[in-house]
């Protein structure tokens, strides 16, 4: 009954007088509110419609804000994703309430309080911003400082500004410029929520400018990645590669690596070992636990393990899971070829972008160690073993692929004295 009257009371006042009163009889103004209670027993204030800044970039795509709209105020209640960080949103970049600029399409973030300053800056160097400290990680804590060069300051006092990016909170607290060239100081808090880019745009002293910061995934060795269908990194390299400055998604002789029998630690051939029979070729099996001591669903590394510390050679599971979860592309031409360096496959991650390359190194054969089909085929060694153990016949599992880029086979059996590539996960 109450909002009935109201809504009433809005209508007469509208036809009467052209204004509206909320909680007030005579409307000073077009729209009038007047708070109903002062003692603090009941919420005041006006909401703005809320929406997240994904909202606003859908309404971009569906040209829903134009000329009409010129002046509508929103609170945002978050900022878009990167991605959406384009057209009408691309200054959204924290909580707080933004309105729709016609002339500018886009939405503005509006600056709420009286000490705006009049301190005015000629350039805002982004180009020259800084943090301290310099690695920001995603999932890992942040304090730090954001330093950003200016020229041209005036002298004169700045407001306290605040943004928010990818989960960090950044605030310059109010000061004076300094006349000529110096420095803005923002403190960073937070965690981060996204690997990549991450866009900061800053607007203060009538400057402005933008900039990516790229968030780490946290990972102290350049030489590895987290790839789809699990949470563990794998290495970009097979083992043997002495050089790991090379581009890993491009075959070349220096990224073959080396050869291993299944179950042993040392290699048994490089990419410059004669093609031919090795002579003294061990034909001797390994043990069944040679690199795995548990099961296929919760690995252990063992002493005999080829991989460097913190790695291991995958399970079949493993490897099925990297298998399944990826495109695949074949590279080069696969030719049965000595000399051949120039083929592989790669692995892309749909969700993230990330690939790594396995080079079609061929094998050397079990029995006497010759190379056969090198630019041809790749395999590599899984840590599961086939067999029981009581014959010289025992096989062990491994990755196989061709030039259709299919993989022929995820659980692939050859002689355990085979000697093929090795590629490691993270344990």
Not at 191 to 201: A, D, E, F, R, W
Not at 389 to 401: E, I, M, P
Request: hydrophobic share 35%; net charge negative; with cysteine.
């Amino acid at each position: 009954m109450k909002k009935t009257n109201l809504l009433l009371c809005a209508l007469f006042g509208v036809l009467a007088y052209g204004q509206v009163g909320v909680n007030t009889t005579s409307p000073k103004a077009t729209f009038d509110v007047t708070s109903k209670t002062t003692d603090g027993s009941s919420p005041e204030g006006i909401m703005a419609p809320r929406l997240a800044g994904s909202i606003l970039h859908t309404a971009d795509t569906n040209g829903t804000y134009g000329q009409s709209q010129d002046g509508a105020l929103v609170f945002v209640t978050a900022p878009p994703v990167t991605a959406e960080r384009v057209g009408q949103t691309v200054d959204i970049i924290g909580r707080g309430y933004y309105y729709y600029d016609f002339p500018a399409n886009k939405w503005v973030r509006a600056s709420i309080g009286s000490n705006q300053g009049s301190g005015t800056i000629s350039h805002l160097e982004c180009n020259n911003a800084t943090f301290s400290p310099p690695t920001i990680a995603v999932g890992q804590a942040y304090t730090g400082v954001l330093t950003v060069p200016y020229t041209g300051g005036n002298g004169a006092t700045y407001p306290q500004d605040i943004i928010d990016s990818n989960g960090l909170h950044f605030v310059l607290p109010a000061g004076t410029l300094v006349n000529g060239n110096g420095n803005l100081e923002y403190i960073v808090t937070g965690t981060p929520l996204l690997t990549g880019n991450m866009l900061i745009t800053l607007n203060i002293a009538e400057a402005s400018c933008s900039f990516n910061k790229v968030v780490t995934d946290g990972n102290t060795d350049p030489g590895s990645l987290v790839m789809c269908g699990s949470s563990q990194r794998w290495a970009l390299y097979n083992v043997g590669v002495e050089d790991t400055s090379l581009d890993p998604n491009t075959p070349s002789k220096d990224l073959q690596g080396k050869y291993y029998q299944w179950g042993r630690k040392d290699p048994v051939a490089d990419v410059d070992t004669d093609p031919a029979g090795i002579p003294g070729w061990n034909t001797v099996p390994a043990a069944n636990n040679a690199w795995n001591t548990n099961t296929n669903n919760d690995p252990v590394k063992s002493a005999l393990d080829p991989c460097p510390p913190g790695y291991r050679v995958p399970t079949t599971k493993e490897w099925m899971n990297l298998i399944g979860s990826t495109s695949h592309f074949t590279i080069g031409a696969f030719t049965d070829d000595p000399a051949n360096f120039g083929a592989g496959i790669r692995l892309t991650c749909a969700n993230n972008g990330n690939t790594i390359m396995l080079p079609a190194a061929g094998t050397r054969r079990g029995g006497d160690g010759a190379l056969i089909r090198r630019g041809n085929i790749g395999k590599y060694w899984s840590s599961g073993a086939a067999g029981d153990g009581s014959t010289t016949s025992l096989q062990a599992y491994n990755l196989y692929f061709t030039q259709q880029g299919a993989f022929d086979n995820y659980n692939n059996l050859d002689a355990r004295d085979a000697g093929n590539s090795v590629r490691c996960i993270s344990e």
